[in-house]
């Protein structure tokens, strides 16, 4: 039983711990990514918002609310 411990122990040092090393470390070298320019779904977005805004306002109008 003991054998088995040992070769359990040495896979999870060798193998499992350096792998969750690598996807939990976080570079300090680089700095965060602010993108440039706008994010094109918020324009999208926002430009379906202003047509539904102006569709209400005219429907109101047309109601005569």
């Not at 088995?4 to 680089?30: A, E, M, Y």
Request: net charge positive; proline share 9%; charged share 10%.
């Amino acid at each position: 039983m003991s054998d088995r411990q040992n070769r359990v122990s040495n896979i999870k040092s060798n193998f499992v711990d350096p792998h969750i090393q690598q996807l939990t470390s976080v570079p300090s070298h680089t700095p965060p990514m602010i993108p440039a320019h706008p994010v094109i779904g918020f324009g999208c977005a926002s430009g379906w918002l202003l047509v539904t805004f102006a569709y209400c306002l005219m429907t109101r109008k047309m109601r005569g609310v």
